[in-house]
């Protein structure tokens, strides 16, 4: 069984804060893929970026970069320079086998 | 043009009804996906079909049906519905189960459901 969580339910920041969103992935699998996807109000899930459960390099791209540690099984994503366009809600997402299985997500809001 | 399309965007439908949601991937993806997304609740994984062939029914009632008459082409076929179905549906692609696990994957727009 896999068990994804998103202890923030919601964040709020002021534009061009940096903001982290946190993400716990527990799972029995030595294998297995974590993605971060966002919601905007249109509905459709965006995929943003990926990461496999034997490769703890950090990433940078754009505003964007995560931080994967195995030994706490936790994968955060950070947005730096925030802007009003990154307000959505943002999922984390474990991949073990055929599921895909989805934290309860972070509504993050960005004031201008 | 979104790789994955939904349609209806919107449906309302009363609880004796019977319609179908309907997904199509222009992706040239093998595997297809139904999530349920209900108002705080995580996204429920409802079907898996990989080549045509469903894969996994995580314990969904038989009032939703799923049909995939081809790799490109995922239905939902809804009767008997109750209020508590109401919720977004989403349709998901990617490329095939079998070797692709860190392939993501790639949803519709959803398609907003309310029963009453």
């Known amino acids: 069984a896999q068990k994804v969580t998103q202890a923030q339910t919601e964040i709020s920041v002021v534009e061009k804060e940096d903001v982290t969103l946190d993400c716990v992935y527990e799972t029995r699998d030595t294998t297995y893929y974590l993605f971060w996807y966002k919601q905007p109000p249109s509905g459709e899930l965006v995929f943003l970026i990926r990461?496999?459960?034997?490769?703890?390099q950090n990433e940078i791209s754009g505003r964007y970069s995560w931080n994967f540690q195995k030994s706490t099984s936790s994968f955060n994503f950070t947005i730096t320079a925030s802007q009003v366009v990154d307000s959505a809600v943002y999922f984390c997402a474990g991949r073990a086998g055929n599921m895909l299985t989805f934290g309860g997500g972070t509504r993050l809001m960005v004031k201008p | 043009e979104t790789g994955v399309t939904q349609t209806p965007r919107h449906l309302v439908m009363g609880m004796t009804n019977k319609k179908s949601l309907k997904c199509e991937q222009h992706?040239?993806?093998?595997?297809m996906y139904w999530y349920k997304q209900s108002a705080k609740k995580p996204l429920e994984l409802m079907f898996v079909y990989s080549l045509e062939e469903r894969v996994e029914n995580n314990s969904v009632p038989s009032r939703f049906s799923p049909e995939c008459p081809n790799s490109s082409h995922l239905f939902l076929h809804l009767h008997t519905l109750q209020p508590e179905d109401s919720a977004l549906y989403l349709c998901?692609?990617?490329?095939?189960?079998?070797?692709?696990?860190?392939?993501?994957?790639?949803f519709g727009n959803g398609t907003r459901l309310t029963v009453t």
């Open positions: 992706l040239g993806h093998n595997a």
């Open positions: 998901a692609s990617t490329m095939d189960l079998g070797s692709s696990y860190n392939s993501p994957l790639h």
């Open positions: 990461r496999n459960s034997f490769d703890e």
